[in-house]
């Protein structure tokens, strides 16, 4: 007899879904199994202005399939040239749920983000007065700085600050990688969450490296050392609310990806349920997965919690395709490195 779980349908807090050809190839991925998304603004150009997120989503729902049921949670692109009051008006609509911190060249479309954050001070002070979230990519960009520590000079060097120097801004700490960052959410007040993604509970940075390069797996921030990757799998199967689920799902082609200087991001969207499910089994922890993916994020955000439901069950190896088709050339699934047991019926 197979084993089953029901979970209010989830939600993903922190998702890529590009545009055009991309955006009609990976949303049905995230649609199927996800009630709703934060959708991430870095397009190029980026989406800075509540008319270009209001174009934007629709965009999405235009290429959502027929019969899917999908809400896109748009964003912001905080820039030095940000207007607070379009900001505000954004929000009192409706139409924008966050506004997205990049430090100028972290990652992926980053060119237009922040260098000085003393320029972006009236932008988070008006944030704070109408309770909008700031979701921060949290690295220094610093050429001083060892990749792998920048996740944690980030916190001490700018996110405390900023927080220590915005009283009321609600933060959202995006994608953590480290132990340092599960501390420092953890002893945080109601103020500040965390999403974590599915690809750091199940990688460390030996899967990049070893044995060769594994340009799939590269991701920023970059996965970190294993005694992180435990820390994380620990934070996201115990339950506390700090803590939710955003897989930054981040669809690239292949042939952009296996560039001599290929892209950062893995693609998860298709096999995420399966996933988070076997690493909650292995964990003990399949009675907190509801709290990690359906729960906790809308806690966070303000939002209710979805009526609809979905059913996984355990059962035979789960097929799914390793490779999604778009008009740009193919995109790379994410590989757990393991079979997978878990499906959504």
């Not at 620990?234 to 897989?247: D, I, Q, Y």
């Not at 950062?264 to 709290?291: K, Y």
């Not at 979905?310 to 059962?315: C, F």
């Amino acid at each position: 007899m197979s084993e089953t779980l029901t979970l209010r349908r989830p939600d993903d807090w922190h998702l890529h879904l590009r545009d055009g050809a991309m955006l009609r190839a990976v949303l049905p991925e995230t649609a199927r199994h996800f009630a709703r998304a934060i959708v991430m603004p870095n397009l190029v150009p980026p989406v800075v202005t509540g008319a270009q997120a209001a174009a934007y989503r629709d965009r999405i729902l235009a290429a959502l399939p027929e019969g899917m049921a999908f809400e896109p949670l748009m964003t912001l692109y905080l820039t030095e040239d940000t207007d607070p009051a379009d900001v505000a008006a954004a929000h009192a609509s409706g139409l924008v749920k966050a506004v997205k911190l990049y430090p100028a060249g972290a990652t992926t479309n980053s060119a237009s983000g922040v260098k000085t954050f003393e320029n972006v001070r009236g932008v988070l002070e008006k944030m704070a007065e109408i309770g909008l979230p700031l979701c921060v990519h949290g690295e220094v960009v610093d050429s001083d700085v060892d990749i792998f520590d920048r996740e944690a000079v980030f916190i001490d060097r700018v996110l405390d600050p900023v927080r220590r120097a915005t009283p009321g801004l609600r933060v959202v700490m995006e994608h953590i990688t480290t132990s340092d960052a599960v501390d420092y959410a953890s002893a945080q007040g109601d103020d500040l969450g965390a999403t974590i993604t599915t690809h750091h509970l199940v990688i460390n940075r030996n899967h990049i490296l070893a044995g060769g390069i594994k340009p799939h797996y590269y991701c920023l921030p970059v996965a970190k050392r294993e005694t992180h990757r435990l820390a994380l799998r620990k934070a996201a199967t115990s339950g506390s609310k700090r803590f939710f689920l955003g897989t930054d799902s981040a669809p690239h082609t292949d042939a952009n990806k296996l560039l001599p200087c290929g892209c950062a991001g893995c693609f998860t969207a298709t096999n995420t349920l399966s996933i988070l499910a076997q690493v909650f089994e292995e964990d003990s922890a399949l009675d907190r997965l509801e709290a990690f993916t359906s729960l906790n994020g809308p806690a966070f955000y303000g939002l209710p919690v979805n009526d609809e439901t979905i059913t996984l069950s355990k059962g035979a190896a789960v097929t799914y395709p390793s490779q999604i088709e778009t008009e740009d050339g193919p995109v790379t699934v994410f590989d757990p490195l393991t079979e997978l047991h878990w499906k959504v019926d």
